[in-house]
Nanobody, 123 residues
Framework: QVQLVESGGGLVQAGGPLRLSCAGS????????MGWFRQAPGKEREFVAV????????YYTDSVKGRFNISRDNAKNTVYLQMNNLKPEDTAVYSC????????????????WGQGTQVTISS
């Protein structure tokens, strides 16, 4: 049974950092592209960042470029999202997801999802 479990969410003041983790089990982790998505209240799920299994290429949505960094440790079956200089508009539930595709920003291309972790940024 595949499981993705996020951790590290919380309440942070604007300008502060936060690091999210997503631990995977039950899948060949190094063979999966890992993505982070977020969903704010009343809004659609939004792509945030992706780390491709194919060469470890990374891509980000424009609003987080230069502030967020996605990385992975295949030995620990874990993907991270380091978030710096957080803004109130970053407030959302953040979810990690796994895809067999080499790269995708589309939620529909992801095969497995975690439950999500709440990130709240206060101004």
């Amino acid at each position: 049974q595949v499981q993705l479990v996020e951790s590290g969410g919380g309440l942070v003041q604007a300008g502060g950092p936060l690091r999210l983790s997503c631990a995977g089990s039950g899948l060949p982790f190094s063979s999966y592209t890992m993505g982070w998505f977020r969903q704010a209240p009343g809004k659609e799920r939004e792509f945030v960042a992706v780390n491709s299994w194919s060469g470890g290429s990374t891509y980000y949505t424009d609003s987080v470029k230069g502030r967020f960094n996605i990385s992975r440790d295949n030995a620990k079956n874990t993907v991270y999202l380091q978030m710096n200089n957080l803004k109130p508009e970053d407030t959302a539930v953040y979810s990690c997801a796994a895809s067999i595709s080499p790269y995708s920003r589309r939620p529909s291309n992801y095969d497995y999802w975690g439950q999500g972790t709440q990130v709240t940024i206060s101004s």
